[in-house]
């Protein structure tokens, strides 16, 4: 069984505040998080493993760095690919695809 | 173009620093960095500073990097963020990226402190999702309150892959075990020993063969390897993980120095050739930090610092003697961090055997991570009394002395040189305040009251894990190596603002069992 992912109280740390409740679409399919926080920490905390397959074998890339350096976790959203998903902050209403490639899978609504 | 008169590249600790000394003595600074939050790693770093005052010790990490940051503030200096810094040219003009366009910005002197990337190194698998550097760990679970896993494998033992561990446990995350090339563990005793005995696994002279999974990381295949650092056939490990740290160093980020001209050498990285006040070959341009050479935050702040005070010099707003004054200052606080067996000279070396004091070195923390109970008596914080005394088990000369300042009756001495062992003294008047016990960073300092009563004695341990245990709940007593050695009954949990975020919890074990006892699990279920 998944465990969940967010820390709600750490032992040092306290709380983590977080912004509002904001809803998302990862390749269609609803989704939620917190306003402000990386895309990738809300996809992470969902569970999602997954950002974009390579090129050329296909492979499966995740995070990796989770500040922007190493690329391994850039999809498309809102119709641009190539976005960092570990630096860039989660808006209401995201449009977020896993990368295939270049671009999101054409069957991906 | 705007211009200044000092342009600080990155806002780390040792950017920060430098910016707040230049704008201290007047100067107009400003500083930029490519993040979206200011102070570089600081906010990631949750555990307590080594050190002395000075140095900050005893301070979480992420506290240092809010206090410079409303110090840089008050001052005035002008920091950017989402500020890409992707040239220095001729006469102190860099490009930036900013908001998607580039601007310049001229100043009379520029100080690079963009800080260090982290190390990998390939094996099979690496690539899958689940394999993240420690850096990453850090930054999901310490500024995202995200976990990144549920069960990780440490790939590592220097002190950011302990530090890093702890952090993971802490953050309710399960370790299945420290790995590492290398044949002793390569960070503080001290950080090993406080993850050791919370019963994670040691395992030096192993490296990682493969990531197991298709889709993301579903296990780890390790093996022991021979002195050349080879895999030897049929000593195959699997571990049951979702997630593979990599915590094997870091490379100082100079690409910046290099392309403006700076004269480079390679010293565990390429780094730039400075003088003793960090200013590079060419002349005007600063380097200080992680990106002239890797250490930590605490001598980050004071190279920054250095070079802070060498460019206002420079530029007129110090004279020569207030100048000379400051910089001998600083120079000495950053030689006190560079003492001790950790010092940068004697980086990696393996041939140490005794401390500066002429005493063995535990060759079981270098190898499990734990000191053995008949080791410790050797150490001069390790003594036998009646009543409530403190237990120091600080092993190594690392510079850290918070526990001579915490205790207001004189039990422990460090004296003036940092790195020296702690030594309780033989008729301490302890009064079992704790406060000891809060401030060692290493977590290393115990109470020990071998006549709580007729049959049991009492042991106080630094604890920093939620849920906290509740008074009269019964538990097991682990030993240093994280196994099970009797039962326990907590008998307090204390914390207070003072001793910041560690709590000091006691228990009652049996009265054998006083110098064996070193943490508290609760009974599942």
Known sequence: MEMEMRINEHPILGVIEKGRLVHFTLDG?????????????????????????????????GIFCAIGRCTDCVMVVNGKPN?????????????????????????TK | MKRYELLVVGA??????????AARLGMKVAVFDENSRPGGQLFKQIHKFFG??????????????AELLSEAERLGVEVHLNAVVTGIFEFMEINVMENGELCHYKGNAVLVAAGARENMIPFEGWTLPGVIGAGAAQ??????????????????????????????????IQVAAIIDAAPQVGGYGVHASKVARTGVPFLLSHTIIKAEGTERVTGAVIAKVDEKFRPIAGTEQH?????????????????????????????????????EYGET??????????????EEASSAMLTGRIAGTAIARKLGYLDEETFSGEYQALKEALSRLHEGMFSPENRGRRDLTETDEGIPLS????????????????????????????????????????????????????????????????????????????????????????????TGASVTLPYEFFPYPKAGERGLALGRDGRPVCEAEVISVKSSPVMDQTALLTIRVPKEMAMTARFYRAKEG
């Open chain 2, 52 to 65: 002395s005052k000075e140095h900050k010790a005893k301070i979480r990490g992420y506290r240092i990097g």
């Open chain 2, 239 to 275: 571990f049951d993980v979702d997630t593979i740290c990599m915590a094997v160093g870091l490379s100082p980020m100079s690409q910046l120095l290099a392309m403006a001209g700076c004269r480079m050498e390679e010293r565990r990285g390429t780094v730039p050739v400075l003088n």
């Open chain 2, 12 to 21: 780390g600790p040792a950017g920060l620093s430098a910016a707040i000394e």
């Open chain 1, 83 to 107: 976005v960092r998903t570990c630096v860039t902050p989660l808006e209401e209403g995201m449009k977020v695809q896993t990368q295939y490639g270049k671009t999101a899978k054409e069957q």
């Open chain 2, 281 to 294: 070959s060419v002349a005007g341009i600063f380097a200080a930090g992680d990106v002239a050479g890797i």
């Open chain 1, 29 to 61: 399919a609803d989704m939620e998080g917190y306003e402000g926080e990386p895309i990738a920490a809300a996809l992470r905390a969902a569970g999602v493993m997954t950002h974009r397959h390579t090129v050329k074998r296909g492979e499966p890339r």
């Open chain 2, 363 to 454: 060759q079981s923390l270098l190898k499990n991570g734990y000191i053995e109970k008949e080791e410790l008596t050797r150490f001069p914080g390790v003594v036998k009394q009646k009543g409530i005394h403190p237990v120091i088990e600080c092993t190594q000369n690392i510079p850290c002395n918070p526990c001579q300042d915490a205790c207001k009756f004189g039990c422990i001495a460090v004296g003036s040189r940092i790195t020296k062992l702690p030594e309780v003294a033989k008729d301490s008047r302890c009064t079992g305040c704790g406060m000891c016990v809060a401030s060692c960073s290493g977590q290393a300092i115990f109470l020990v009251n071998e006549d709580y009563d007729e």
């Open chain 2, 139 to 172: 930054t999901m679970m310490n500024l995202h309150g995200v976990r990144p896993g549920q069960r990780v494998l440490m790939v590592g033992s220097g002190n950011v892959g302990l530090v890093v561990s702890y952090q993971l446990l802490q953050a309710g």
